[in-house]
């Protein structure tokens, strides 16, 4: 009898804290939408320029949340095809693994806003206009909100690098810059 009142009154605690929202809750989902770069790349081993570019993304996110404040990690693979101004007019496809892990503050439990590191790995490049080294993955930042109604997300994310000299792991010389703004949709689980 003992043990039946002792294990009630662990599952009323347990409950409770759930509810209060003192126990972690983990969610995953999906993820895809919009990707623009905003670009400041240009090479002084090769007479070219990277115009702005307009792509895609998609990827699985998750949210491991602690009542307001939370961790909200994401795999996005991303694809961009840039058209190249210059000697050699053609075009460059760039494909990229992107990690963010953002913390997040929710507002009124309707509205998240994100910061945090992004890590980036380049997956693929096409190029015509010559070989492209592909480095170590590179590290920037993200900041931005993101707005759950139920089990569906709408974000806005910037994404940015730290470094002018490296950039998604391209290595040239000269002023290197590239700034990504994401709009997306996604759906948790």
Same mark, same amino acid.
């Given at each position: 009898?003992?043990?039946?009142?002792?294990?009630?009154?662990?599952?009323?605690?347990?409950?409770?804290?759930?509810?209060?929202?003192?126990?972690?809750?983990?969610?995953?989902?999906?993820?895809?939408?919009?990707?623009?770069?905003?670009?400041?790349?240009?090479?002084? !081993? @090769?007479?070219? /320029? +990277? #115009?702005?570019?307009?792509?895609?993304f998609a990827g =699985?996110? %998750?949210?491991?949340?602690f009542g307001n404040?939370?961790?909200?990690?994401?795999?996005?693979?991303?694809?961009?095809?840039?058209?190249?101004?210059?000697?050699?007019?053609?075009? !460059? @496809?760039?494909? /990229? +693994? #992107?990690?963010?892990?953002?913390?997040?503050?929710? =507002?009124? %439990?309707?509205?998240?806003?994100?910061?945090?590191?992004?890590?980036?790995?380049?997956?693929?490049?096409?190029?015509?206009?010559?070989?492209?080294?592909?480095?170590?993955?590179?590290?920037?930042?993200?900041?931005?909100?993101?707005?759950?109604?139920?089990?569906?997300?709408?974000?806005?994310?910037?994404?940015?690098?730290?470094?002018?000299?490296?950039?998604?792991?391209?290595?040239?010389?000269?002023?290197?810059?590239?700034?990504?703004?994401?709009?997306?949709?996604?759906?948790?689980f």
């Amino acid at each position: 009898m003992k043990r039946l009142f002792l294990l009630c009154a662990l599952l009323c605690t347990f409950a409770q804290t759930q509810a209060n929202g003192l126990l972690p809750k983990f969610k995953f989902g999906i993820k895809a939408g919009m990707d623009y770069q905003s670009n400041n790349l240009r090479s002084e !081993l @090769k007479d070219f /320029k +990277l #115009d702005s570019s307009t792509g895609w993304f998609a990827g =699985l996110q %998750g949210e491991l949340s602690f009542g307001n404040l939370g961790i909200h990690p994401e795999v996005i693979y991303s694809h961009n095809k840039f058209d190249v101004e210059g000697s050699s007019a053609t075009n !460059l @496809k760039l494909n /990229k +693994l #992107d990690i963010p892990v953002l913390l997040q503050y929710k =507002l009124l %439990g309707l509205i998240a806003l994100q910061v945090g590191p992004t890590f980036c790995v380049m997956t693929e490049t096409d190029s015509p206009i010559g070989d492209w080294e592909i480095k170590r993955p590179t590290v920037g930042y993200a900041a931005g909100a993101e707005v759950q109604i139920w089990k569906f997300t709408v974000s806005a994310r910037y994404n940015g690098s730290f470094k002018r000299s490296e950039v998604l792991g391209l290595s040239t010389k000269g002023e290197n810059q590239i700034n990504t703004f994401q709009l997306g949709v996604g759906l948790f689980f």
